[in-house]
């Protein structure tokens, strides 16, 4: 089966295992659908099982030669990488465009955070590797050294494709491992097929990298082998928190290490004292970004009551107001959101919520392929949408009568990946961030951001382990304690 290119769509791609594009061992294709026009984008092979096993092998027999190769020749990989990436930035907007519905804005942020991390990836072959220990053994040096775990298992999500499959697969390479990736179903170009090309152009040996692509439904048999595989060392896993717990239930029964990133309820607080415009201009931004489709947007905001009232009907307002539409229009800001099944699982949370008291102030009203940003007040607790996380262009918005009341609402949650407050008093605003459960806080912007050398993860449901190239080494390596003696020891017998 030929590869992707640049002319992925109308084409036919396969599996990308030990260098080569490969068809799916049953030879079954699936179709790629855009979520905007609906039309079949490409045809994508439908891997399972054996063909993850093939993957997983590729990758361990490429891991000694991958491993070893010296500091200069992994840097150049990465370099090559980012330019080649960077040239095609025109190309891969439209292709988030087209496969995700990711609207311009956002496929740039995702782009850049790709060049980023790709240039920061390149400089970590030149870091330590381990350090010296003090030992009170007489003779003895002592080391601690870290290194390559060997196979690294990626399990990516659609929702910012390029980004997210690129912080799951670059990490781990960088440190000397090689990678297995399973794109999502609904974004096996953006997130996995478009990765092996630029990083096979850059250099990276055959069967460091490869991609298996699985049909809708089909992912627990390329899944299953990454977990239960003896020579898979690591698995992460970006997605939704009931997906991550069985993953892990499944990791735990092979002593496999997971790094997990879920779901996120995340809230946006904003005190009494805040700068109304700003406040309001960061939660649309932090709401409805990707069509709210990202795992740090806001989910609830919290207004004191001095400035509820006015807070609400001109983020109501301003909200009503944003284009929705075409992706590939630069002026739209709410898309398409990915499937039917996700706008209907939004329009029934929505009226479920009214249905049980929730008052509508901007939007509501399905309009496929998209769902309008839509603002709720007056939420009962009971309602769906107030308990999980909705993935999608809905926020709920909810006065209270102060910011201690706020944390507690916000902690109140299972989850605990992000959270934001707004604030004409920053250190108040470090305060409340020292109170709230999650593992991220940004105090005077919004939830949504991110940058490769961050430690990227959330606390309680929202996942274990930390993303970002400062702390990979901890994910991805295996810490070993050396010692060596510089004369004969004595022993007792």
């Known amino acids: 089966m030929a590869r992707a290119g ?131 053994v007489e003779g003895m040096q002592a080391m601690a050294v870290r290194r390559p775990v060997g196979v690294v298992g990626a399990i990516a999500p659609w929702n910012a494709s390029l980004t997210l499959s690129g912080r799951a697969v670059v990490g781990p390479l960088a440190l000397g491992n090689t990678v297995v990736v399973k794109p999502s179903e609904e974004a096996p170009y953006t997130g996995g097929a478009l990765w092996a090309e630029v990083l096979h152009e850059a250099g990276l040996p055959a069967g460091a990298l490869n991609v298996v692509t699985h049909a809708p439904g089909e992912a627990g048999g390329v899944a299953d082998a990454m977990l239960t595989s ?102 739209t800001v709410v898309g398409p959101v990915i499937n039917e099944w996700a706008l209907a ?3 029934r949370r929505v009226k479920e919520a009214v249905e049980l008291g929730s008052r509508v102030l901007a939007g509501g009203v399905p309009q496929p392929p998209c769902y309008p940003a839509t603002v709720l007040t007056d939420v009962p607790d009971e309602a769906e949408i107030a308990q999980g996380e909705t993935f999608g262009p809905v926020v709920v918005l909810e006065a209270v009568d102060s910011a201690d009341e706020a ?22 605003g470090l305060r409340l961030a020292a109170r709230l459960d999650v593992g991220i806080v940004h105090v005077n912007d919004q939830p949504v951001n991110d940058e490769p050398q961050m430690p990227f993860g959330g606390v309680k449901d929202s996942g274990w382990g930390r993303f970002g190239l400062g702390f990979a080494a901890e994910e991805f390596s295996e810490l070993q304690w050396v010692t060596v003696r510089d004369q004969d020891r004595a022993f007792p017998f």
């Open 407 to 428: 944390v507690t609402r916000a902690n109140a949650s299972d989850l605990g990946l992000a959270a934001s407050v707004i604030t004409g008093d920053p250190r108040h």
């Open 345 to 347: 699982l939004l329009d």
């Open 6 to 136: 640049s002319d992925w769509r109308k084409s036919r791609f396969g599996h990308f295992i030990g260098g080569d594009w490969v068809a799916a061992g049953s030879g079954r294709t699936y179709p790629d659908h855009s979520p905007w026009s609906g039309e079949v984008l490409a045809e994508v092979a439908a891997g399972d099982a054996e063909d993850a096993q093939a993957a997983i092998a590729a990758a361990h027999a490429a891991f000694p030669g991958w491993s070893a190769l010296p500091p200069g020749r992994r840097q150049h990989v990465f370099l090559r990488a980012a330019d080649i990436l960077d040239g095609r930035r025109r190309e891969i907007l439209d292709a988030l465009a087209a496969e995700t519905g990711c609207g311009r804005y956002f496929g740039e942020v995702q782009v850049d955070f790709a060049l980023k991390l790709l240039r920061q990836a390149a400089q970590l072959a030149y870091q330590p590797t381990g350090s010296l220990l003090p030992s009170d």
């Open 230 to 331: 003896p020579m898979v060392k690591r698995v992460n896993f970006t997605g939704s928190t009931p997906t991550g717990r069985r993953l892990a239930e499944k990791a735990g029964r092979h002593l496999k290490r997971v790094v997990l990133q879920l779901s996120g309820q995340n809230p946006l607080i904003v005190t009494r004292d805040a700068d109304l415009a700003y406040a309001v201009n960061a939660a649309t931004y932090g709401a409805f970004i990707h069509q709210g489709q990202v795992c740090m947007c806001a989910r609830r905001i919290y207004v004191e009551r001095p400035l509820a009232a006015e807070f609400a009907e001109r983020f109501a307002a301003k909200v009503a107001a944003l284009p929705t539409g075409d992706p590939h229009d630069p002026a």
